[in-house]
């Protein structure tokens, strides 16, 4: 919630606190989905490169432990922390890897955040070929499943399309009422991600 709501500092602190307990209880599993989260935080903070090796190591518990939705989660934000690098080639290949975990995957919430990651790589490209009809169906879900802050992020990757595809002006309306919609539910880092994109 306090990474949602843009409260960075404090969010790494609630993390950092649930770390400690979660490592001196043994719980291997739990510190690394805490992890995963703190690399998150690392990426929001423009840190990447610092969330990358982390995000491996947890990949590969989860995949020993055969935990498809916990491994999922992960390469999805190593992708994110990926792009946010400029290693494109390298954001492609995680996200083509994951495909298999994605099918296998029974989280609806890792299955949207992979399919935007992927979206994402996909903007990269000089000509993007977003599909766009997939993001408007992730965008109708999220809002009939009650997924706000995904919902939020599907807005977020259609301005940016519209962007990058030279539809300037539509961009620009876009991201100023989902700057004002996320603002108003609370929503403070996409509400900045939005105004920083515009």
């Known amino acids: ?88 080639g390298d954001a492609k290949k995680e996200i083509e890897g994951a495909k298999a975990l994605a099918t296998q995957s029974q989280n609806q919430l890792v299955r949207f955040q992979f399919d935007l990651a992927r979206a994402r790589v996909l903007l990269t490209s000089e000509r993007p070929n977003l599909p766009r009809a997939e993001v408007d169906e992730i965008l109708g879900e999220a809002r009939k499943r009650g997924f706000v802050g995904i919902e939020f992020e599907a807005r977020l990757v259609l301005a940016e399309w519209e962007k990058k595809s030279g539809h300037d002006a539509v961009a620009r309306t876009e991201l100023a009422g989902l700057e004002n919609s996320a603002r108003s539910r609370g929503y403070g880092l996409v509400a900045r991600k939005a105004a920083a994109a515009r």
């Open 1 to 88: 919630m306090l990474a949602d709501r843009g409260a960075l500092a404090a969010a790494r602190k609630s993390y950092e606190e649930s770390l400690a307990l979660r490592e001196r209880a043994g719980e291997k599993q739990a510190a690394a989905e805490t992890q995963v989260a703190l690399a998150s935080l690392a990426i929001e903070e423009g840190h990447a490169h610092e969330a990358e090796d982390a995000l491996k190591k947890c990949m590969e518990q989860f995949h020993r432990e055969q935990a498809v939705d916990d491994e999922l989660a992960a390469s999805t934000m190593l992708t994110r922390a990926l792009l946010a690098e400029g290693k494109i």
